[in-house]
């Protein structure tokens, strides 16, 4: 498998990078040289087992559905770069 | 001179005690926690500013934490681990403190709550002395990809600390702190530590809540200690281990977490690993001889073959990028951590530009292969495949750990890199945890241990893994090798 510089510029704007021009190749060869070398998993038969998804035999802890006080707004808006007295402020999103 | 007022030179070996025999001379008054915290920042003092081990020193609020714990053991109230000074590696989030991740993202971002195995070590009065150097998100081996930049080993400070708890393995190297607090995704407790000449453990996945550790790959992720002494070691496990109803994959049922017997002694290393071209001669010796002196205390030695050598690092790769992409999408300047100052046409073009300007380059690329291994189109060919073979190796190493107790390695195929040595190619970066991944990708506890030092004196590592919840008995061989 191997990405091509259209493949480098979508994976990028899905990953909300941007990769300054003269970035663009050199990340080009370091993903085609790592893929590549991914390739040592297709030498692995699979064909019979399951994909592991779970890595502890614990399963769903349930809680008792109580009101806990958590994080307060003031406290949460004290982390956010661009605030007001309520929101956490972002470019324009709405025409 | 800041503890001359001690009657005899008992501070030059605070750091060389194991907690248990520091703590019998505080509790008889022949020692004070204020004593201790000095010695440690006098130690910070002379060596910080060359080897970057510290990030951020509470110098202050220890000594402040000190006197008051000090308090704490004349009236008879203090906490289990009254004393023990503990620094904390930049991944781990501690209420009111910085935490940066070693990432220019999170540069001025304060947590507003501590990880549940800070908080504990804190309940029992351990003292937190400052926040260490690791790479980015702890995606690195060489501690090379900290934005603030790299912690250098105090062995030879042409050498790198290894990674990525750099910072955390040298400020126990040299002496800045009794015990550090580490993260392992695919053995960056175990190879700084291999690298450093310390010892760490990497717990079995499911042990420790991961609750307050700023995540890289969440079903790899674990927190462990990082230590010159096993005891040590065993004892700040102890104490961080267990559910803390923030972390649903901590299991907590005594089924699973019984000590299994020890049978006939039996240890195997994988063929394929200690013949492994890689591996350096010097380490490939000290190897054997631990094995021969295995031998020489009643264990069976047996050579085993794994079948997947080749798949354990493309495998770690293809599941890490794959969660890191996911995990990292939450770093978007909007709710924390740096925003950028460029003006944006709309919101996605905010996202991009501070993404683009705070991720370091293998933050990127990692983001990059993620992304592309989870993309519709390559989903089953890379990430499901990855999966696959993960419960193959999973079970596999298992099996051998059924009919064998331990299963033993060298940490590393090499001592510590020269600094930028392998900073250029990042497959090359990439091959350095060989020997470590496998417990990360099967779940598995597993220790380094010191093992001598190669011809240019640099410290080499032993590593043991041990079945599920296994950490004393693991623990217990691996004070027999010490």
Not at chain 2, 373 to 379: N, P, Q, R
Request: hydrophobic fraction near 40%; include cysteine.
């Amino acid at each position: 498998m191997k990405v091509n510089k259209e493949d480098v510029i979508k994976i990028a704007h899905l990953a909300r990078l941007e990769l300054k021009e003269e970035k663009i190749q050199d990340m080009q060869d370091s993903i085609n040289k790592v893929l590549d070398w991914m390739e040592a998993l297709n030498a692995v038969d699979t064909s019979s087992v399951e994909p592991l998804v779970h890595m502890t035999p614990a399963i769903n802890h349930f809680r008792d559905d109580q009101a806990k006080a958590m994080l307060d707004r003031q406290h949460a808006l004290n982390l956010g770069p661009d605030t007001n007295e309520s929101y956490f402020k972002v470019p324009q999103v709405i025409e | 001179m800041l503890l001359c007022f001690i009657e005899y030179p008992i501070w030059m070996n605070i750091s060389q005690l194991k907690y248990s025999d520091l703590r019998k001379l505080l509790d008889q008054g022949q020692l004070t926690c204020v004593d201790i915290v000095k010695y440690y920042l006098s130690q910070i003092e002379a060596h910080n500013a060359t080897l970057h081990a510290f990030l951020e020193v509470y110098d202050t609020e220890a000594l402040d934490k000190a006197a008051l714990v000090d308090q704490k053991i004349k009236s008879g109230t203090a906490g289990e681990l009254a004393g023990l000074v503990i620094g904390i590696k930049d991944l781990l989030c501690y209420e009111d403190h910085h935490s940066y991740a070693g990432s220019k993202i999170l540069q001025s971002f304060k947590s507003t709550f501590s990880a549940t195995a800070i908080q504990r070590l804190i309940d029992q009065d351990a003292i937190v002395i400052g926040r260490q150097n690791c790479d980015e998100f702890g995606m690195g081996s060489t501690n090379e990809n900290s934005a603030f930049g790299p912690a250098l080993n105090f062995k030879n400070t042409a050498h790198v600390a290894g990674g990525s708890s750099g910072g955390s393995a040298v400020a126990v190297q040299a002496n800045m702190c009794h015990v550090s607090l580490g993260t392992d995704t695919g053995g960056s407790i175990r190879m700084p530590a291999a690298f450093c000449g310390v010892s760490g453990l990497k717990p079995t996945y499911g042990r420790v809540s991961r609750w307050g550790l700023i995540a890289y790959a969440s079903s790899f992720d674990s927190i462990g200690p990082m230590a010159r002494h096993l005891e040590d070691l065993a004892l700040v496990l102890s104490h961080i281990s267990g559910a803390d109803g923030q972390d649903s994959t901590v299991v907590s049922s005594n089924e699973f977490l019984a000590k299994k017997p020890i049978q006939g002694k039996r240890i195997a290393y994988i063929k394929e690993m200690a013949e492994h071209p890689s591996l350096q001669a010097d380490i490939k010796k000290a190897f054997f001889e631990k094995l021969e002196l295995l031998k020489s205390k009643g264990y069976q030695v047996n050579a085993v073959d794994f079948p997947y050598v080749d798949a354990l690092l493309p495998t770690y790769y293809v599941l890490t990028t794959a969660e890191a992409s996911s995990n990292l999408s939450r770093f978007d300047g909007v709710k924390f951590g740096h925003r950028t100052k460029v003006a944006s046409k709309d919101l996605v073009d905010m996202y991009k530009k501070t993404r683009d300007e705070a991720f370091g380059e293998e933050v990127k690329r990692r983001i990059m292969l993620g992304t592309f291994v989870l993309s519709a189109d390559y989903y089953d060919a890379y990430y499901t495949k990855a999966q696959k073979v993960r419960r193959l190796i999973k079970d596999f190493t298992q099996g051998l750990l059924q009919d064998h107790d331990f299963l033993v390695s060298p940490t590393t195929s090499s001592t510590a890199y020269r600094l930028g040595e392998k900073t250029m190619d990042p497959l090359q970066m990439y091959l350095g945890d060989l020997f470590t991944v496998q417990a990360n990708v099967a779940g598995l506890p597993a220790i380094s241990i010191p093992m001598g030092e190669d011809s240019q004196s640099l410290p080499m590592g032993f590593q043991i893994m041990a079945d599920v919840f296994q950490e004393e008995a693991m623990l217990e061989l691996a004070t027999e090798l010490v």
